[in-house]
């Protein structure tokens, strides 16, 4: 459904944002990850593509620097 899309996720955290990230890899969609924290941003990263497949891309950034 969601293949040949890539999907912005921003406020990466443990639950929502990580949920929201997994379910479009699930669905065939390249993820791009944003969070403030890029110790955890990684971790999690890390946990939706252990294997380092290229479908998930971690950028750490302040979105509230942009309003």
Same mark, same amino acid.
């Given at each position: 459904?969601?293949? !040949?899309?890539?999907? /912005?996720? @921003?406020?990466?955290?443990? /639950?929502?944002?990580? +949920?929201?990230?997994?379910?479009?890899?699930?669905?065939?969609?390249?993820?791009?990850?944003?969070?403030? @924290? *890029? +110790?955890?941003?990684? #971790?999690?990263? !890390?946990?939706? !593509?252990?294997?380092?497949?290229?479908?998930?891309? *971690?950028? @750490?950034?302040?979105? #509230?620097? #942009?309003?």
């Amino acid at each position: 459904m969601l293949n !040949d899309k890539v999907v /912005v996720v @921003s406020g990466v955290g443990l /639950v929502l944002g990580f +949920e929201v990230a997994r379910l479009c890899l699930r669905d065939g969609a390249r993820v791009a990850l944003g969070a403030r @924290s *890029a +110790e955890r941003l990684h #971790a999690v990263a !890390d946990q939706l !593509d252990p294997g380092g497949g290229g479908r998930v891309l *971690a950028v @750490s950034t302040d979105i #509230a620097l #942009a309003l």
